[in-house]
């Protein structure tokens, strides 16, 4: 799987549009873009992923650039629930294969809200 | 729908025990792995489970080992506890192309 890079930390007020960027420069091309978010004392909990199209859900936007060597999660009204520890990460999709379970997690970005 | 949930919440266990952590899928997933998360760091990839084999694995050494049962549900057994083994340790469900999903965790503490 695709190394990311992520800023370690990040601050948004709350009420404001949040960016998260990731870098993935050596990206594959079947490789998806996945986000995921960790709050205090509980597991990982999956947000968006997708492959080279913008993607939009019920949590957050994805925006992935035309190469796709980096991406962009936006939520788009932070709120003091959102303050989490947001992760990105990049592997294949799809049935089987002894890596399917798998995702390497890096450091992450500690988004922290404000009031 | 039922989430993934693990069980205990926490424990605590002295060196050189064995330890079992138990972990139900959520409903719809057949495939299951475990992952272990030190503290202030990101998750760790153990191993994974489907159709109750293991069929990927980690930089663990085996006396980290598991178990998936017929209803998907899944064991994670570690023998001989060191120290470095306290850490929270997630259990994740996954099905045919969907994400994978997380439990929130056992906290290990080992003494």
């Known amino acids: 799987d695709a190394k990311t890079t992520q800023p370690p930390s990040m601050d948004c007020a709350e009420g404001r549009a949040a960016n998260l960027p990731c870098n993935h420069s050596?990206?594959?091309?079947?490789?998806?873009v996945y986000w995921y978010r960790q709050i205090h004392s509980q597991g990982p909990q999956y947000i968006i992923h997708g492959l080279k199209n913008n993607e939009t859900n019920e949590m957050a936007s994805l925006i992935i650039t035309e190469d796709r060597k980096s991406s962009t999660l936006i939520l788009p009204h932070a709120t003091l629930r959102d303050t989490a520890v947001y992760y990105c990460i990049v592997r294949v999709a799809g049935a089987g294969g002894t890596s399917y379970g798998k995702l390497t997690f890096g450091q992450g970005t500690i988004l922290t809200v404000h009031p | 729908e039922t989430g993934v949930t693990q069980s205990p919440t926490h424990l605590i266990k002295t060196r050189g025990q064995q330890v079992t952590l138990r972990c139900s899928s959520q409903?719809?997933?057949?495939?299951v792995s475990w992952y272990q998360q030190a503290l202030g760091q990101g998750p760790q990839f153990i191993f994974q489970?489907?159709?109750?084999?293991?069929?990927g694995r980690g930089n663990f050494p085996p006396r980290f080992s598991g178990l998936q049962f017929p209803n998907y549900s899944s064991e994670l057994n570690v023998n001989a506890l060191e120290l470095d083994d306290s850490a929270l340790y997630l259990c994740?469900?996954?099905?045919?192309?969907?994400?994978?999903?997380f439990g929130n965790g056992t906290r290990l503490t080992v003494t």
């Open positions: 409903s719809g997933h057949n495939t």
């Open positions: 489970y489907y159709r109750e084999e293991e069929n």
């Open positions: 050596t990206i594959s091309g079947n490789e998806y």
């Open positions: 994740a469900s996954s099905s045919v192309a969907s994400p994978l999903h």
